[in-house]
Structures are given as structure tokens and as C-alpha cells.
């Protein structure tokens, strides 16, 4: 999934407390690490109080990346934490994007407080935009390995699987960036994010 | 050779002002620029405190630079505001090390108040002021604005925005370099007295300065021509020269670091070389009108780009036709594709709430049902405006709630029904003085200070309050109810907001009162403390549907539908409770308990 000619534009989209600006955080160390070009930007409303929070990420090997944000249209590669999170993200990808979804449904206050319904067809949904949908049950996993918050690590190997940097540099990269009690299971993790999409 | 790192922009600037030998840093939390004193704490070295207010934080920076030390204030935007008063007279005084400000401005208001472009400010004063694009330029310029703070004799502005403190890019960065200087406060009182005699021969002092910084703009490679098609020139600075190269690469630039003062001779010279000039920015017209004001003629750009944070796509659809689509991304693709336009149809909107097991809540919900008018202040508590809480009514600065329920009282007499909030450190901020002017005046406020023990809306910095420095230091710590008491309020309780019934005893006597009165709504914050407790369950055979439970707002109780669509069955989410009790405690049913 990368092309010469433009950066690869990744977005990690969910809700706040599910460590997406630590999965972005992982990617760019990947990336830097590769030697290639980087920009990042978290997008999160007040503070993160269970919120909408976005991380965009963006990398190209040979050429500049200016914008820290994504242009509307351009995402190669969506990760969506959370089933509504990643419809709401359909409109900011390529027709040809990939998108690796975790169906679990967290719940909003503008849905418990009756306003707003949750929908129930988010797969559906996800299918008929005609972008290649893959589901990553990333929290169930995570419960699986013993450690529910490394979900995130679940989604990054995942994402992994279709990226230019090979399973070693991401490797590395948890290394330096997770805390060395946390390293076992979060390799572990990282490691049933791959064993999910492989063969896709 | 010379190492790369991922930094932030806060990170950057933090690393920049390191290596130049920065001594002195102080600051106050504020989104975005809260993480650039812990990165530059972690990094050791120089002394680094969160000051009481932005305003506290300028005056020791400039006691500081007096004796010698270069020196780094951090705030966000509406932090210069409280800072203005030192700030425009520091202007006139000048340093003696170097002092580099950083006004962080949140355009599209992601955690802020109002839109607010201090650029403006620079102008105002009459500082120096850089403008970095990317994490790379964060580095450089907060390196070289201490330099030039001390070659032009100026506190220098580095103003960043959100997308530039909150994004990250690779940075080359480099070692510190320690400066040997004594500790060695300067004696020059017609320098650093402002009485008006003396400042007025610094007001002269200053214009010659603008000549010579201007003269300095016209030269420096903090403002570059950067050749391309000479149909359309652009002038941009910050994140906007960003978005206006990701969607016009092949465009002639003037990309402008440092954006006060200007270089007209620059500006001349590249709108000569251009057919169609273009200035690109956020916020106000800043830059457009100092261009317009040299007589060079600038072509418009839709007004709404004055209006929140600008994007690729905002800048694609304002440049139309000019933009090569390949480049620019696809305008409006929900428009052009049905596949889109159905995933968005209904979706539930997902608001920031307060968090399960928040000791503010205890505090709103009992506000709710005394029917309490409540002035608020700049925290986490403003979402106590929110649905369903409903409970919180106006929302101005930090440090406002008090001085506005004091104005209410004043005018409406106390029916017992107002009521202002705010938290600890919001309180020692700018609240003491509020509460001063109550007790001297004879008001009879009600204030609640939410002490959660922490800053929370920022990431949980120190304070006063809590009496742990930014060094990880004891410190003194503040004793409110004292403070309180000796500002001369008599009537002084603390309750814990996790108590309901004790917190409604509270208010109510606090609200009969004829005098004034503070209530310390005293609970350590979930997310500082970490603490958790077993979680609750709901007991659905004794469970009688009634909401109650649902409308206390806790993200960590969800419904389920039923045969009856006007009666859904709520239950407790166990991985998102933390055991505060809040929820049991207003179930009429009692069908809500601890598990074991």
C-alpha cells in the first residue's frame, strides 16, 4: 500500500481511552525508523472525555508530506475502533481504501439519552460504500491474550499485514515505545492483529 | 552525525529552547501548549514551574531574564489575554536573557472558548514574532528566538496553533549547550522603571527597534521566496502554508516565518514577480491587510476561511479551478457517492461527557434538582452544560463564575438560586480575587470550588491546590478552607460530591445563608487517582425502568431496547464503572448494588 507519487494516508479513528494516539504514535516510530517521511495530528474535541478522536497519520517514502491532515477523499487506509466511529469516517477515504473495523459498539450519551438511536446495520453499511471492509475483532482478541487495552495492538497488526514495513521494524518499535512489563502480551496482541486478517 | 526524533510541535519547541540553554521556564496549562513544560522537565536541566495564572508566569520570566537567564513562557491563547498586562510593558523594558513567549491559538475551538488569532498581539506590543510550520520549525525557531529575544532587545512571540502543537513531524535535533552566566540581576533603572519619565525615552527605544527588526525581516531566511509558477504567488505562514503547498505545489511562495514585523521590500518584490497574488491564513486577515496596506493588490478568497481551522480540502474548493484535482483530493466525495451518503444517514453524535465516576457529577445533579442558576467557569465541569445534566448556564473566562454570580446577586438580590462554580485550580488561578471582592462588598454568593486535587481538562498538571510542583517537589500546599476564611468568607464547608445526600445539606445551607459561602466539593479526579472500585450492577427484576439512574449522564450506564420503546432497560457497562455509588444512590428501587 504505497505509491512514489503520494504519501499513504492513514486514519485511526474510535473513541477516547481506546490508545489510539498511542497506535499513531507506534506507526510513526515505524516509519521514522524506515528512514521515510512523516507527519501526524491528533484530532480530539474537549480533553477527551469520551469523545470522537481521530488520529491522522501520513508517510511516504520518497517524497514531502506538507499537510498534517489528511485531504478529505484521500485516506488509503482507515482504522476504526469502534463501528460508528468508522462509518463516520467512509466519506474521508479513497474509493479503492481499505478498512479494518472493530464492529464492538460503544455507546454514546446521545444515544442512552434517547435522542438518537444506535444503528444496527454499521457492517452493512461499511459494505455497500464498496471499500474493502475487513473485521478485526480487536477488543474480544485483546480480551483473549489477557490484556483488554492492548486492542489497539491488535488493530496495528492488522493494519500491519498491508503496510511497506515488515513484522521486525514493528517489533522494534513496541519495544521502544511499550513499557517493559507490558512487552510479553503486547507482542502477543500484536501478533493476533496479524493471525486476524492473514490470508485476506 | 545528527539524530532524528518523532516530536510533537510542543515536544520540538521544548527540545529547541533545551539545547539553546534555557534556565527559567513557567507557564500555565492551557490546550494547546500544556505538554511543552513536562517535555522540557523530562529533558532536566532548567528550572520549569506551572505558575499560578499566565499572568504570574510572565512576571517571573521577566525577573528571571533580569538577572540573566534566557527564559520560556508557555500558554494558550486566551492565557495572553490574563499575561497582557506585563506583556505589553515587558515590550518597553526589553531582556536581558533571552525570553521567548508561546501563544498557542486553537483555531476551530477544539478545547477553547473563542477563536482568537494573537498575532494581533505582536502587532500590538510590538514584539518580534515567529511563526513555525511544521515540528522541524518549532525546533529551530524557539532555538533562535531566544537568540534574537537577546540580539534585538525583545521578548519574542512564538505563536503555534493547534495543528502545529499537536502534530508531529521528524526533527533533527541536536545538544544542549550550557550557558556560564551569572546570576546577576542588571542594575539600569531607566531601562527596566517604567515610571512615565523613563518610559517614555523607552517608547522611542521600541520604534527604533521595529525599524531594525523590520530591516532584519527583509533579509533573514526565516522568510523565503520559494520560485514556482509565477501565475500564482501565495504568501502564507503557519499551518496555512502547509495546506496551501499540499494543494498548489507547483504555486510561487512567500513563506513567512517570521510574521511581525513584516518585510515590505519582500512582499514588493515577490507580488512583482507573480500575476495573481494570494495571501493564505487562519483566522484573521493578518497578513492580508498589512499586504493591502503597501498597495499591493491581493486576490480575495471566500470570507468563510476566516472562520475555524483551514484544511486541504477548504483551500481546494476556495482556489476551484487553479487546484490540480489530482493533487487536491476529492472535494465533496459524500456528495458524489450514495455508498457514503448512506453510512453518515442517523448516525448518534458522540459529545464529550463527564467521565463514569466524576465527582463533578454529584455536584450537578444536586444543583439540577435545587433548580440552582449556576455560573460556570473553564474546566472539565462545563460540560455540566451538557444534556442531561442541563446544569450549567454561562461560561466566560477562567475565574468569571465568581465575578458573574456577584453581579447577578447585585442586581437580582439573593433569591437563594445562584450559584457559581469552578475548580481548584481554575480557583487559585483567578478565582481568589473574585471571591475577595464578594467578601469586601457584602455580597452573599454561594461558590462551590470543585476540588478534584488536579487540572484536569488540560491532562492533570499541579497546582497550588494540590502541593506538588511541576518537579515532582512537595511544595506548600494551599489550604482552601483557610484561604477561603481569610479572605473573609465565615461560612466555609467541605463535603464530598460523592455523597449526595450530604452535598444537597450543604448547598441548601449554603443558599439559605444571608451571607456568603463557599462550599469545597472535595473528590480526587478518576483520572489522576486510577482509583477503582467493584463495579455496580442493576438488578433488572427489581429494576422498574424509570431512567432515573440514566439521566445522572454516566457514560458507563447504557440502555437496551424493550417490547415498550418508551421504557428501555438500563444496565452498567462493567468495564467503564468505577464503583462511584452515584447511580445506586438515586435508583428509588434500590435495584442498583455493588458486586461482590
Known sequence: ????????????????????????????????????????????????????????????????????????????????????????????????????????????????????????????????????????????????????????????????????????AWQEALRRIVRPKALEINLKAFAAGIAAVQGE | MPQRMVL???????????????????????????????????????????????????????GASLAGARCLVTMKHVGLNVAADPFFTLSYTGVKGGLVLISADDPAMHSSQSEQDNRNYARAAKVLMLEPSDSQECYDFARRGLQLSEDFDTPVMLRTTTRIAHSDGIVEVGERTALDRPCEPTLDPHKYVTIPAWARERRVKVEERTGALRAFAEETDLNRIEPGDPSVGIIASGAAYQYAREVMPQASFLKLGMTWPLPPEKIRSFAAGVEKLYVVEELDLFLTDQVKALGIAVEDLPADLQIGELSPERLAAAFGDLVDPALAGRACPADADTGDAACLVGLPPRPPVLCPGCPHRGVFLTLRKLKAFVTGDIGCYTLGALPPLNSLHSCLCMGASIGEAHGIECVCGKDGKTVAVLGDSTFVHSGITGLVNIAYNGGSSVVVILDNSTTAMTGGQDHPGTGVTLSGRPGRKLDLPALCRA????????????????????????????????????????????????????????????????????PAIGVRATEDPKKPQPFIDSDLCVGCALCAQTCPKAAISQTE
Request: net charge negative.
Open chain 2, 487 to 554: 479572605v473573609g468568607i465565615e461560612d466555609v464547608q467541605v463535603v464530598n460530591p460523592r455523597d449526595l445526600k450530604a452535598t444537597e445539606e450543604a448547598l441548601r445551607k449554603a443558599l439559605a445563608s444571608s451571607e456568603p459561602a463557599v462550599v469545597i466539593a472535595q473528590c480526587p479526579c478518576v483520572l489522576v487517582s486510577r482509583k477503582r472500585d467493584k463495579p455496580y450492577v442493576i438488578d433488572e427484576d427489581k429494576c422498574i425502568r424509570c431512567g432515573l439512574c440514566v439521566r445522572i449522564g454516566c
Open chain 2, 8 to 62: 510533537s510541535g510542543n515536544e520540538a519547541i521544548a527540545r529547541g529552547v533545551w539545547e539553546a540553554g534555557v534556565g527559567f521556564a513557567s507557564g500555565y496549562p492551557g490546550t494547546p501548549s500544556s505538554e511543552i513544560l513536562p517535555a522540557l522537565k523530562s529533558l532536566g536541566d532548567a528550572y520549569v514551574e506551572w505558575s499560578t495564572n499566565e499572568k504570574c508566569a510572565l512576571e517571573a520570566a521577566a
Open chain 1, 1 to 168: 500500500m504505497s505509491s512514489e507519487a503520494r504519501p499513504t494516508n492513514v486514519l485511526l479513528t474510535g473513541v477516547g481511552g481506546q490508545g489510539i494516539i498511542t497506535a499513531g504514535k507506534v506507526m510513526a516510530e515505524v516509519a521514522l525508523a524506515a528512514g521515510w517521511q512523516i507527519k501526524k495530528s491528533e484530532i480530539h474535541g474537549m480533553s477527551q472525555r469520551g469523545g470522537s478522536v481521530e488520529s491522522h497519520v501520513r508517510f511516504s517514502k520518497t517524497g514531502h508530506v506538507y499537510s498534517p491532515l489528511i485531504p478529505l477523499g484521500e485516506v488509503d487506509l482507515v482504522m476504526a475502533f469502534e463501528a460508528v466511529e468508522g462509518l463516520r469516517a467512509i466519506a474521508t477515504a479513497r474509493p479503492d481504501a481499505l478498512v479494518l473495523v472493530d464492529d464492538r459498539q460503544i455507546i454514546p450519551t446521545s444515544v442512552t439519552s434517547g435522542a438518537f438511536e444506535y444503528p444496527q446495520d454499521t457492517l452493512k453499511r461499511l459494505y455497500a460504500s464498496g471499500r474493502r471492509v475487513h473485521v478485526v475483532s480487536s477488543f474480544d482478541l485483546a480480551c483473549e491474550v489477557g490484556e483488554p487495552r492492548a486492542a489497539n495492538i491488535v488493530m496495528l497488526g492488522a493494519a500491519s499485514h498491508f503496510l511497506d514495513f515488515g513484522e521486525e
